[in-house]
């Protein structure tokens, strides 16, 4: 499809270009710049009153919210089933704005964030600030930031370990990326022209500022996370 041909473009050109990156083997590289947003749509006609979440149209950001969060997990639900595992679906998906979101063990909610909390195994997200990112770069931002999200709960169920928080962070943008490619190849997206540049500059203006890798709470630079979401997107989640 579109997408993935031009992806595979873009992370030839990201690599490339390397330089040197001071991250402690996080498995990323910087990257150039990429910009011009464009839509990513759903394949799948929409279903008689009321239709589920699997097959909304994807025309507003409300659907395209439903969208990510119900594909993601018919995603990783297959995933784990073919590997012999069963995949435990968030407890709750819960929207708020602002300050008015669920604490996460004991620690309170910030606005402009999405998160994944283990204490409770739920999502939530801000939704202005949300909305606002798909206002002004796309519908792009709901299909990364609602799979990275869920990145973080399949390496809640894996058990998995970082020594770095920094590493976690790429490996869910490398998710991200992974679960794009599965539910394009599955047929249940449909890419449009232009979505790669959308994607890419969604990453662009999530990296962190410097590369301060050693942070607590640090998420890569805008290099590297799109080099680690186009990873994923080219060689699967198998790849993270």
């Known amino acids: ?111 402009n964030n999405a998160f994944y909390c283990p204490d409770g195994h739920f999502i939530a997200y801000d939704a202005t600030w949300l909305q606002s990112l798909y206002d002004q770069l796309g519908d792009a931002a709901v299909y990364i930031v609602i799979p990275h999200e869920f990145g973080h709960s399949v390496q809640n169920q894996l058990m998995s370990n970082f020594e770095f928080s920094v590493q976690s962070e790429l490996q869910a943008d490398c998710y991200a990326g992974g679960t794009l490619k599965g539910l394009i190849d599955g047929r249940r997206l449909q890419a449009q022209e232009g979505d790669d540049a959308e994607l890419m500059a969604n990453l662009e203006n999530a990296g962190d500022p410097t590369d301060a890798w050693w942070e607590p709470g640090a998420h890569g630079t805008a290099q590297q996370r799109q080099l680690n979401f186009a990873r994923g997107f080219e060689q699967g989640v198998g790849a993270c």
């Open 1 to 111: 499809m579109q997408l993935r041909a031009l992806l595979a473009f873009s992370l030839l050109a990201l690599t490339m270009s390397c330089g040197s990156v001071t991250a402690p083997d996080p498995g990323a590289q910087p990257a150039p710049e990429v910009t011009t947003p464009d839509s990513i749509e759903t394949e799948l006609d929409p279903s008689t009153d009321p239709p589920g979440d699997c097959e909304v149209a994807g025309e507003t950001f409300s659907e395209d919210v439903r969208l990510a969060r119900c594909l993601t997990e018919e995603f990783w639900t297959q995933q784990f089933t073919a590997s012999g595992g069963t995949y435990q679906p968030i407890s709750r998906f819960v929207e708020y704005n602002g300050d008015d979101g669920p604490d996460c063990g004991g620690q309170p909610s910030v606005p």
